[in-house]
Antibody, heavy 118, light 108 residues
Framework: EVQLVETGGGLIQPGGSLRLSCAAS????????MSWVRQAPGKGLEWVSI???????YYADSVKGRFTISRDNSKNTLYLQMNSLRAEDTAVYYC????????????WGRGTLVTVSS | DIQMTQSPSSLSASVGDRVTITCRAS??????LNWYQQKPGKAPKLLIY???SLQSGVPSRFSGSGSGTDFTLTISTLQPEDFATYYC??????????FGQGTKLEIK
């Protein structure tokens, strides 16, 4: 079955770090463009980061310098390392596959909730 | 960044109604416009990509149109399972990808 499963969310204090994982099955992460998209409670969707099949990475200004996207080809898994977390980073984080590199997300995980609070 | 503005923000309709949601981009995005449906507690689901292409498995009552800056999502005959929040998203050449603020479709 083709699917994405995120893990790693939880409650973290401001200034802390967390690493999210997104395990893929049924397709190869490294052959696709993969993104992280987040959704604050009761709010809309916000694109966070992308890693291209060639390895280039890009970030939203709101997380640049604090978040790092990466992948482990041997584990077919996508990651999001989040440092210097702020209250405004509180959200459900989804990983998503960018179908064909056209920027539309055809496959999403269920999401993992990150809560930044003291 | 390209700003995406959806209207209306919320909409009440009845089963069987025809519904149209509009999305406007702050600059021309050609046809790089995608539509998603999201139900409470669930991940978004792709409905339409490239402005008018129906994603595999999506019912044909959903359709999209437009190019440049103005786009529409139409549901021809509302079904009970269509009550959800809908988002447009632009995927034009320059990052970041941006989403509209969402349109909540509620039962009248």
């Amino acid at each position: 079955e083709v699917q994405l499963v995120e893990t790693g969310g939880g409650l973290i204090q401001p200034g802390g770090s967390l690493r999210l994982s997104c395990a893929a099955s049924g397709f190869t992460v490294s052959s696709n463009y993969m993104s992280w998209v987040r959704q604050a409670p009761g709010k809309g969707l916000e694109w966070v980061s992308i890693i291209y099949s060639g390895g280039s990475t890009y970030y939203a200004d709101s997380v640049k310098g604090r978040f790092t996207i990466s992948r482990d080809n041997s584990k077919n898994t996508l990651y999001l390392q989040m440092n210097s977390l702020r209250a405004e980073d509180t959200a459900v984080y989804y990983c998503a596959r960018d179908d064909g590199g056209d920027g539309h997300f055809d496959l999403w995980g269920r999401g993992t909730l990150v809560t930044v609070s003291s | 960044d390209i700003q995406m503005t959806q209207s209306p923000s919320s909409l009440s309709a009845s089963v069987g109604d025809r519904v149209t949601i509009t999305c406007r981009a702050s600059q021309s995005i050609s046809n790089y416009l995608n539509w998603y449906q999201q139900k409470p507690g669930k991940a978004p689901k792709l409905l339409i990509y490239a402005a008018s292409s129906l994603q595999s498995g999506v019912p044909s009552r959903f359709s999209g149109s437009g190019s440049g800056t103005d786009f529409t999502l139409t549901i021809s005959t509302l079904q009970p399972e269509d009550f959800a929040t809908y988002y447009c998203q632009q995927s034009f050449s320059t990052l970041p990808y941006t989403f509209g603020q969402g349109t909540k479709l509620e039962i009248k």
